[in-house]
């Protein structure tokens, strides 16, 4: 068989990020917008946690001031100068397939081409999304359903766990995200912008309080099978679940092995060795969950958000090192010249 050029199996890689972070974002809004609704926390301490969590605040502060719901939704669904808006994503994950058209199935082209086109339709409509629950459980419905597509019609060689490395992968860095609420989820005079007044009623009132733990599983999907292997809900068992499982797929740990399987599927390599700067970080960072323990995590100088900061630093790292090895060009070589 052929190798697959680095273009082609960059676009199948990132069109999946790209479709898994469009989901990833529409569970993390829901949730929010469910907490919103039962008025259970602060609403600007909840909307400037969402933006927060995805690491876009400076540019959100900077255009928006302080969040609100109207705001935040339009900026993570619809902002076309928001690089991972949800319709930037799509937009971006469409191209990709459209590039590699023959690399994937008809049906994976229809629910990509049909995810884009529904999520246009919904940013080109005037004020403010009229039921954004609908929109957003959609949104978790199309990226679901193209996940399914992928592996039901597409021969599961190197340009499928190409998609499967890059959803996985994707998939661990916003579960981290998600769980770092404690972090995130701070005050809202914690986390507005430093030229922002915040209103006088606010400005007084008690912003600080518990982190509901159940809504952090809420945001990975991960309630029902937590309740099925811990039953009571406490932030260790939360943290442990969300990290270190293995059976759990949207479970980090659980999402680093089986985007490992698959570059090493993709290189031939033999776990536990590596012939590649991909291998090497993939295959050190999993070894970390494998051994990890959640109580030292917990217990650690810099806690669990330390813990975490560190882990996407060791994510982006073999990120990195996915597009050294099989997607970044290099010069070629200039021909030796001839002895004179």
């Not at 998609?163 to 995130?184: C, N, P, Q, W, Y």
């Not at 430093?194 to 912003?207: M, R």
Request: charged share 25%.
């Amino acid at each position: 068989m052929m190798p697959m050029l680095s273009r082609v199996a960059e676009s199948i890689y990132w069109m999946n990020r790209q479709i898994e972070r469009a989901e990833n974002i529409a569970r993390a809004t829901e949730t929010t917008l469910d907490m919103a609704i039962e008025g259970t926390m602060h609403p600007g301490r909840l909307w400037n946690g969402l933006v927060c969590t995805f690491g876009d605040q400076a540019d959100f502060w900077q255009r928006h001031g302080l969040a609100d719901q109207p705001h935040v939704i339009q900026f993570l669904a619809f902002d076309r100068e928001n690089p991972n808006s949800i319709v930037n994503c799509l937009a971006q994950a469409r191209e990709n397939a459209r590039t590699v058209r023959e690399m994937i199935s008809t049906t994976m082209w229809q629910e990509i081409n049909r995810f884009y086109l529904e999520v246009r339709g919904a940013s080109g409509s005037r004020g403010e999304l009229e039921n954004p629950l609908e929109f957003l459980t959609e949104v978790k419905r199309a990226s679901q359903l193209i996940t399914g597509a992928t592996d039901a019609t597409m021969a599961h060689g190197e340009a499928w766990h190409f998609a499967r490395m890059g959803r996985l992968i994707e998939r661990a860095d916003k579960t981290s995200r998600v769980l770092d609420v404690e972090h995130f989820f701070r005050p809202a005079t914690e986390l507005m912008p430093a030229d922002a007044e915040a209103d006088g009623e606010d400005a007084d009132d008690e912003l600080t309080g518990p982190i509901d733990w159940s809504s952090v599983l809420e945001s990975a999907s991960a309630l029902e099978m937590y309740r099925k292997q811990h039953g009571r809900i406490s932030r260790r068992n939360v943290a442990e679940f969300l990290l270190l499982d293995r059976e759990f797929p949207r479970a980090v740990h659980f999402s680093l092995m089986k985007a490992e399987e698959s570059l090493l599927a993709i290189t031939g390599g033999m776990k536990g060795t590596y012939s590649t700067t991909a291998e090497q970080q993939m295959g050190r960072l999993r070894a970390e969950l494998d051994y990890g323990a959640v109580d030292e995590i917990l217990s650690g100088s810099h806690g669990l958000h330390g813990f975490i900061d560190y882990l996407q630093g060791r994510l982006n790292a073999a990120s990195d090192a996915v597009h050294e090895t099989f997607f970044a060009t290099r010069p070629a070589a200039r021909p030796a010249e001839p002895p004179r």
